[in-house]
Nanobody, 118 residues
């Protein structure tokens, strides 16, 4: 059974930084791309970033240059480093197994809340 547990969310001031982490189990982690998603209050699910099994990465335009995704296959973790946070980054952040154009189909964890506010 796939199990994904996110951590690291917090309340942070604009311009601040956070590191989110996702611990994965129940599948061969190194064989899969991993994706970070987010859902802002009252809005739909959005793709944030993914990292392939090859370590290639890609980012949504809204976070490019501010967020960095990384993975540690030995620890079975995927991290998302969030820098220069803005109020519009406030959302529940989820990690998900794999990548799909239809992100609703991805298996994801319970999420970790990031709130950016002064």
């Amino acid at each position: 059974e796939v199990h994904l547990v996110e951590s690291g969310g917090a309340l942070v001031q604009p311009g601040g930084s956070l590191r989110l982490s996702c611990a994965a189990s129940g599948f061969t982690f190194s064989d899969y791309s991993m994706t970070w998603l987010r859902q802002a209050p009252g809005k739909g699910l959005d793709w944030v970033a993914f990292i392939k099994w090859s370590f290639a990465t890609d980012y949504a335009n809204s976070v490019k240059g501010r967020f960095t995704i990384s993975r540690d296959n030995a620890k079975r973790t995927v991290d998302l480093h969030l820098n220069d946070l803005q109020t519009e980054d406030t959302a529940m952040y989820y990690c998900a197994k794999g990548f799909d154009d239809n992100i609703e189909r991805l298996t994801r964890g319970q999420g970790t809340q990031v709130t950016v506010s002064s």
